[in-house]
């Protein structure tokens, strides 16, 4: 059996503690509820303001500077609520006051002053946005990097066999870790089912409908038939008008090579045809997402036999201002065909820097071929 962890507070010392009422009433005050934590914060860096506003005054600026307490209210910025934080500028005004007071207004300067009160409004500021997320500290920065790694696993391909290889390259704008780029795919036995899916807009604007979306489509994915209706069907459904959605949803498998591609007003799918040595566009289309309730697509049907090859891509890899889609799509067959001396693999990616370079938007790749 497992011996029981020692108390923090040996029964002895809780005992004599109990029968001191107003010892119990303070230790209540810091243990009792949810916001302690913002409390007990509160209480210390409001006493390490007077405490360094006294010793700055009484002692020396040059051991205790005015300025620290420019990092006192950065602190309470980034980890205090809106409210807790207003009675923290009243402790750290009150702290510059004293010191002013008693050693002039030339010790503190201009520049400080312009400082703290810059600082002052960049931390209000950050507790306003937290206080509307309901998070205390830098859980909201949290929250958005554990979205991110989602959204980046559920991207990944599914395992293959060794007798297929596939590669998926996304490029959002502008550097960013979100676009309104994204993938989902599953497998069940031979059946991998994959949809690229492109949400208007591009970089961080995007990134918070796409972060959305991706956990609906994905949990579409597999479990209706009809993936791209039950996804417009969804996206019909809800309220506003925040752009349009198009898709390409592919059903591959593996054991035969055989694949059907549904498209709802995404770019076209190609083909690489290692009989012909040539790319081929797939005739598959339909309407964008959510425009109309019931949704019609022009299905297409194929077999990969060994050295084919699917590509599928987003409009942002081939779109440029000033030109053509239809001359962007033919410079895209074009580049495509250095994947051949490359290889697939290697070639992926230096396809993407290819279409992408010159242009600031979310591009998307996705190459699956059979060696």
């Not at 360094?52 to 309470?76: C, D, N, Q, R, Y």
Request: proline share 5%; with cysteine; hydrophobic share 45%.
């Amino acid at each position: 059996m497992s011996s029981r962890p020692a108390p923090l507070i040996p029964p002895r010392v809780r005992a004599v503690l109990v029968r001191v009422p107003f010892l119990v009433s303070i230790v209540r005050y810091f243990r009792k509820g949810p916001l302690a934590r913002d409390r007990n914060l509160l209480i210390g860096l409001a006493a390490l303001s007077l405490i360094i506003g006294l010793l700055a005054a009484k002692v020396s600026t040059e051991w205790f500077s005015p300025s620290l307490l420019i990092l006192v209210t950065l602190i309470g910025g980034l980890q205090l609520r809106l409210r807790s934080l207003v009675k923290l500028l009243v402790a750290v005004g009150a702290a510059l006051g004293y010191i002013a007071i008693s050693l002039g207004m030339g010790r503190v300067g201009l520049g400080l002053s312009v400082t703290i009160g810059f600082t002052t409004v960049l931390a209000l500021l950050m507790a306003r946005t937290r206080g509307k997320l309901g998070v205390q500290g830098l859980r909201g920065d949290a929250m958005l990097l554990e979205l991110r790694d989602r959204l980046k696993s559920q991207g990944e391909l599914p395992p293959l066999p060794k007798d297929w290889g596939g590669k998926v390259v996304l490029k959002q704008a502008g550097g960013s870790s979100f676009g309104g780029d994204f993938l989902v795919s599953l497998r069940k036995g031979d059946i991998v089912d994959l949809a690229l899916v492109d949400v208007s807009g591009k970089g961080v604007d995007a990134g918070t409908r796409a972060l959305l979306l991706s956990g609906t489509f994905g949990g579409l994915l597999g479990a209706v038939d009809d993936f791209l209706p039950a996804c417009n069907a969804y996206l019909h459904r809800q309220r506003g008008d925040e752009g349009f959605v198009t898709a390409v949803h592919v059903r591959l498998d593996l054991a035969t090579g055989d694949y059907t591609i549904t498209s709802a007003g995404h770019p076209p799918v190609v083909k690489f045809d290692s009989g012909t040595g040539s790319w081929q566009v797939a005739s598959a289309k339909g309407v964008v997402l959510g425009v109309v309730p019931d949704l019609h697509c022009e299905p297409e049907s194929g077999t990969l036999r060994k050295g084919d090859a699917l590509l599928l891509y987003t409009d942002g890899l081939i779109e440029q201002p000033g030109r053509d889609i239809d001359a962007g799509l033919d410079r895209l067959l074009g580049e495509a065909e250095r994947l051949l001396t490359s290889g697939f693999r290697d070639g992926a990616r230096a396809l993407v820097s290819a279409m992408a370079s010159g242009h600031n938007d979310d591009c998307a790749l996705v190459l699956f071929w059979r060696p």
